[in-house]
Nanobody, 116 residues
Framework: QVQLVESGGGLVQPGGSLRLSCAAS????????MGWYRQAPGKQRELVAT???????NYADSVKGRFIISRDNAKKSVYLQMNSLKPEDTAVYYC??????????WGQGTQVTVSS
C-alpha cells in the first residue's frame, strides 16, 4: 500500500508551463510503475504518462513532446513537467502507483486550468 499526494496545479496561460509533484509514502516506492492521469468534465479519465521502476517512459500521443515524466526514488516522488500547455490540457490530474497483482493507488488530484 502506498499513499500519494499531488501538488503543483494551478492556473496558467496557453503556452505556459507547470510542474506537478507527487509524494509517496507507506511502501517501497522503487518497485512501482508510476503514472499521471487526467480527467476533464464530461470525459473519461485518461492516461497521460507512465514511468517504470527502471525509468522507461510512455506518453499519450496528445502530450508527447510537450510533457516529461520523471521520478526520484530516493525522494519517493514522481514529477510531471508540462510545457506548451493548451486549453485542452485543462483537467484534474491524478498520480497513480501500480504494482503487479496489487490494487492501484491514487492521489487526491490537483486542478490544472489552462486559460487566457
Amino acid at each position: 500500500q502506498v499513499q500519494l499526494v499531488e501538488s503543483g496545479g494551478g492556473l496558467v496561460q496557453p503556452g505556459g508551463s507547470l510542474r506537478l509533484s507527487c509524494a509517496a509514502s507507506g511502501s517501497i516506492f522503487s518497485i512501482y510503475v508510476m503514472g499521471w492521469y487526467r480527467q476533464a468534465p464530461g470525459k473519461q479519465r485518461e492516461l497521460v504518462a507512465t514511468i517504470s521502476a527502471v525509468g522507461t517512459t510512455n506518453y499519450a500521443d496528445s502530450v508527447k513532446g510537450r510533457f516529461i515524466i520523471s521520478r526520484d526514488n530516493a525522494k519517493k516522488s514522481v514529477y510531471l513537467q508540462m510545457n506548451s500547455l493548451k486549453p485542452e490540457d485543462t483537467a484534474v490530474y491524478y498520480c497513480n502507483a501500480h504494482r503487479a497483482f496489487q490494487p492501484d493507488s491514487w492521489g487526491q488530484g490537483t486542478q490544472v486550468t489552462v486559460s487566457s
